[in-house]
């Protein structure tokens, strides 16, 4: 991608203005949120006073910088573009997922900062994860519009429609997390009795709710995938792997939370079976590469066909 920006100026612009390549870019900042929590997790050592502050700063950047993204992008969008319901594709709700993903990374790194400092990230963690939230059940409502309408997209992009798999996974996995991070000695009534396994109960009561609507638009993806499958390699054939990684982490969370072996069991499988399709969908790319399919003028994203 820098070589080809650097070689032809001004693609840039003309890539992140684009009325369907556009909508691709804020996917760099998911793998930003999870560079921080896998740092988190795995890089930095713990217990550790600067591991704790450069963790916190990250987070705090990236809310920053995300909801000036989401706000930036849309803003951009709505004034500079006229779009068909009929054309309505997942795709739209990319430019709120990376501020969406602040409530995964809060739910990640607040079991590990001072309490003050774990309420405060999981107070704006929750904050951003209801705006995303929020913003994909209004995508939600144009895109069951655009099948009632128009039907599924063309059999190239169906793969796109997991991207709807996405936000309740994400904020499933979120609740529980957040709720998780909180203190234990959380008394938001000040009456003596700590609130935090209420709502850790709560959470997980609403993880459930969102779990059942990602599993339905799991099922919608495949089966619309299934039924006429792409021939050609598109950027959203990642959609099968992303948010289905959402879906499987919070089913474990769930599982977990409930202490249910045979979910964990179930979690397992459903791994096996991404790894597989990473592996596939990884092997299609680099094909698809090598034949000219994508990388090659006429064959990206910046051409509309659908």
Known sequence: MVSRFLLHPGDFYKSITHAREGFFFPTSFLSIATLITSSERYALPENNAVSTWVIKAAFWGYVVVTLCVAVGQYSFVFAAHNFELKTMMPTWILPIFPIMLSGTIASVIAETQPDLDALSIVTAGTTCQGLGMLVAMMMYSHMVGRLMQAGLPNREHRPGLFMNVGPPSFTALALIGMAKGLPDDL????????????????????????????????????????????????????????????????????????????????????????????????????????????????????????
Request: hydrophobic residues 55%.
């Open 187 to 306: 008394d938001v009534e000040l009456d003596g009795t700590p609130d935090a396994p209420m709502i850790r109960t709560f959470a997980i009561i609403v993880a459930v709710f969102l779990w059942a609507l990602a599993l339905w638009w799991f099922f919608i993806a495949a089966i619309a995938v299934l039924s006429s499958r792409p021939k050609y390699f598109h950027l959203g054939w990642w959609a099968m792997v992303f948010p289905n990684t959402g879906f499987i982490l919070a089913t474990a969370s769930i599982g977990n939370a409930l202490g249910s072996a045979p979910i964990l069991w179930a979690v397992t499988v459903m791994s096996i079976c991404l790894f597989s399709t990473y592996c596939f969908v990884l092997y299609s790319q680099i094909r698809a590469v090598v034949v000219q399919d994508i990388m090659y003028p006429g064959r990206d994203e910046d051409v509309e066909d659908h």
